[in-house]
Structures are given as C-alpha cells and as structure tokens.
C-alpha cells in the first residue's frame, strides 16, 4: 500500500503525514507514507486544496486535516 500526503509544506501538511504515519504504525500495515510537494504532480490528481490524503493513488481527503482514527477508516 502507497500512502501519499500532497502538500507544499505547510504545517497542516506535515500534521496530516504525522497523523498517516501514526495511522499505519497503530494499524501494523506495510505501507509506505510519501510526500508529494511537487505542485504539477499534485494537481494530476485533481487535487486544488491541500493537504490531501492519497491511497493507492485515489484521492480520499481534500483541503483539511483529519485525525489519524479518521485515516484508518480509509487504509
């Protein structure tokens, strides 16, 4: 399983990779956690407020924060 996080940097940004890493270590997945800021590689997914979260390469959170109880309902 590939996790990305798109966003620039911000620290929303960073909060919601913390709280992917967090999800995956409490759930015990192989998964790998990315950080896309690349902003031409973040809009190919559509993607116009970040941070977003990304699994398997489908979009599932746009545009806010989300605790990491609400990432594993996505992993």
Do not use: F, H, W
């Not at 990779?17 to 995956?24: D, F, G, L, S, T």
């Amino acid at each position: 399983m590939i996790i990305k996080i798109l966003g620039t940097g911000c620290a929303n940004c960073k909060k919601l990779e913390e709280n992917a890493k967090k999800a995956v270590e409490e759930l015990n997945l192989n998964a790998e956690v990315q950080k896309v800021s690349d902003i031409k590689e973040i809009m190919s997914y559509g993607v116009m407020k970040t941070p977003a979260l990304v699994v398997d390469e489908k979009v599932k959170i746009m545009g806010r924060v989300v605790t990491a109880e609400e990432i594993k309902k996505y992993l």
